[in-house]
């Protein structure tokens, strides 16, 4: 089951994770996936163990008097349409619950969490996270008292029906004694049957509502397992002698405002090209659909004489190497935070260290107590952890690593201090060697000598040239440019 829910977890297209219906969905199927089917089996077993208990009674009692058996039969029926509302009940409940119940978990996280640690302490912020913990859980509380009661109220109903046509059929037994139709020996011998035969219907019933309840929460199951993908084959990486956007269009769902709006750029063999503009203009987003993690909803992705869409799907993420704003702290060791660039390769030590040298990791790996095998992680035994420039550092390795013909680097100096800043911008194109990167950037100065500079401006390509060409046009370029500069002129020239 475990591998059937990863295989469309990891599979689906990351679309998926903009929806928190699937988020939903997911949890559901972590909790109801494990459990259900193992449920359905034991159903299955009691009911017919009962059923086959009900059978050899029934054939006892027929034996006594043919007329207790259809009363007892009868006996089964409301119990069983009762413990079917109840079955529903239970699988509506869960699925409102969810997205509470993922609440809960994620304020439970924040306050258990280690990264989260400092900032909720620095800020005292543990009074109002538990006072919406407790809030939300308090709900939950009231919400299973109202399903419990509505659940016990069905099981009431339908056990009362059971007791009545029990009660029925020991009073038809009586009437027979009296009527001279069985005798008092016969009649105590079918009181015992009459007794298992009763307890026997109950475990069918309870077998059958196992059965029915978890089958509405496999089909939910198989329902989400339907979104698996077919597994594609692995896309062959894919060299370029020009990668082009011509007017990509992008909403993210529930967006009004389109993220980027009828884009065109253009990337080069061996280029650099760099994304600027205001926060939220659209860069990140575009970068994605470059490397193929979203599909424009208009427009499309050349790669040479092929849009994207033509192509072997995977292609596009075969053929870049993109570190994210937020890219990932792995808690393994620094050989393998590098090595993931290149997941399916055996490791080449070679080329981890020209990464490494490259992005700068080589400046502190060797002061780390197990240099490229220290842990790097606080979570578990024996680990360390790093700064954020470091951190940074090793994602732009692992970047370097992947032999993808495009290199993408969102913020990639975010965190780095001058020097490796500096030494990053310096050696970009000899360390790209004749592959091509698109860099987004707010420093100006890390961008000032790429080939192409387009500058974005909410959804839209505003500018686009050299730096001197964009500094001549004197447009937005210029004027972020000179804000920037003039904070490291002193006052009298500014
Ligand atoms: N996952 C998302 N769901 C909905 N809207 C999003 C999502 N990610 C980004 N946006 C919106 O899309 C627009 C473009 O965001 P994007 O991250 O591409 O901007 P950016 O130029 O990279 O910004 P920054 O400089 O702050 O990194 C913004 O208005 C943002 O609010």
Redesign the pocket.
């Known amino acids: 089951m475990w591998h059937s829910i990863l295989d469309v977890s990891t599979g689906v297209g990351l679309w998926n994770y ?1 929806d928190p219906g699937f988020f939903d969905r997911l949890e559901r199927v972590r909790v109801s996936g494990l459990t259900r089917p193992f449920q359905v089996t034991s159903g299955v077993i009691a009911a017919l163990g009962s059923a086959l208990s009900c059978i050899g009674l029934g054939l006892t009692l027929v034996t006594f008097n043919p007329l207790l058996l259809p009363l007892l039969a009868f006996g089964g029926l409301p119990l069983l349409l009762t413990s079917r509302q109840e079955s529903r009940l239970e699988f509506r409940f869960n699925v409102t619950q969810t997205q509470p119940s993922r609440l809960r978990a994620y304020l439970a996280i924040l306050m258990t969490g280690r990264d989260e640690a400092k900032e909720v302490r620095a800020f005292d912020m543990v009074g109002n996270l538990r006072r919406r913990f407790d809030a939300v859980y308090s709900r939950y509380l009231d919400d299973l008292r109202g399903h419990l009661k509505r659940r016990t109220a069905l099981s009431v109903i339908g056990q009362s029906g059971a007791a009545i046509v029990l009660g029925l059929t020991l009073l038809a037994l009586a009437w027979m004694v009296t009527g001279g139709g069985l005798t008092i020996a016969t009649a105590g011998a079918a009181l015992v049957a009459v007794r298992m035969l009763a307890s026997q219907i109950q475990g069918l019933t309870g077998g059958v509502q196992a059965v029915f309840e978890s089958g509405l929460f496999i089909d939910d199951l198989q329902d989400f397992l339907a979104l698996a993908p077919e597994p594609a084959t692995a896309a062959a990486v894919r060299p370029f002698e020009q990668i082009e956007s011509r007017q990509v269009s992008f909403s ?4 009004r ?1 389109p ?2 709006d009828g884009v065109s750029i253009r990337i080069r063999r061996g280029e650099v090209v760099a994304l600027v ?11 994605k659909l470059i490397a193929g993690l979203y599909p424009p909803d208009q427009g499309a992705v050349w790669w040479d004489d092929s849009p994207l869409s033509e192509l072997p799907e995977g292609t596009a993420r075969a053929s870049t190497a993109v570190i994210f ?1 937020d890219f990932v702290h792995y808690a393994m060791d620094v050989r393998t935070n590098i090595a993931l660039g290149q997941p399916e390769q055996p490791v080449n030590d070679d080329g981890i260290r020209r990464a490494a040298a490259a992005s700068g990791v080589a400046d502190f790996v060797d002061e780390l107590p197990q240099g490229y095998e220290t842990m790097l992680t606080r979570m578990f035994d024996g680990g360390h952890d790093l700064s954020g420039g470091q951190w940074q550092r090793l994602a732009i390795a692992r970047a370097f690593y992947r032999d993808a013909p495009l290199v993408i680097l ?2 990639p100096s975010a965190a780095l201090d001058p020097r490796a800043e500096y030494d990053l911008f310096s050696s970009l194109r000899s360390t790209i060697e004749g592959r091509s990167a698109l860099v ?1 950037s ?1 420093r100006f100065s890390t961008v000032r000598n790429a080939d192409r500079i387009y500058v ?1 401006d909410s ?1 839209r390509v505003a500018e686009s040239g050299t730096h001197d060409e964009l500094m001549a046009t004197d447009g937005i370029y210029a004027e972020l440019f000179r804000l920037q500069a003039t904070a490291y002129l002193p006052d009298e020239s500014r």
Not at 252 to 255: L, Q, T
Not at 277 to 287: I, R, Y
Request: hydrophobic share 25%; net charge negative; charged share 25%.
């Open positions: 903009e993210y769902p529930g967006r405002t993220a980027v503009g205001e926060n939220g203009s659209g860069k990140s987003t575009l970068a704003q969102d913020e987004i707010h974005l959804g």
